[in-house]
C-alpha cells in the first residue's frame, strides 16, 4: 500500500464515535431507510437497528476517506493481525 502522507508521530486516535456503535447517536432514520420502510418511522426492531448500524459504518467510510493516515494504520493492523495467524 502506498503513502499518502508524511509519517505520523504515533497511532492515530479517531474520535470515539468511531470505535463505538451507540445506538442513539445513529437513531435518526435517513432516506434509504424511509424508502425501505414506506415512510414509516422505525424507532425499534431488528430493521431500525441494522439501519442504524448502517448509518454508522457509512460514517465510519466517510471518516476514512478523509483521514488516510488512519486508514492505513488500520490496514497495516489487518495485514499484522492476518500475518501473526498465519504464523501460529
Same mark, same amino acid.
Given at each position: ?17 468511531? !470505535?463505538?456503535?451507540?445506538? $442513539? ?5 435517513? #432516506?434509504?431507510? @424511509? +424508502? ?17 448500524? !448502517?448509518?454508522?459504518?457509512? $460514517? ?5 476517506? #478523509?483521514?488516510? @493516515? +488512519? ?18
Amino acid at each position: 500500500m502506498a503513502r499518502w502522507l508524511g509519517k505520523s508521530n504515533g497511532p492515530i486516535e479517531p474520535p470515539s464515535w468511531y !470505535r463505538t456503535f451507540d445506538p $442513539a447517536m445513529w437513531d435518526e432514520p435517513d #432516506e434509504r431507510e @424511509l +424508502l425501505m420502510t414506506g415512510g414509516v418511522v422505525l424507532t425499534e426492531g431488528e430493521l431500525h437497528e441494522y439501519h442504524a448500524q !448502517r448509518r454508522w459504518h457509512e $460514517a465510519q467510510f466517510r471518516y476514512r476517506a #478523509e483521514h488516510p @493516515l +488512519l486508514a492505513e494504520q488500520e490496514f497495516r493492523e489487518i495485514i499484522s493481525r492476518h500475518q501473526k495467524r498465519r504464523r501460529g
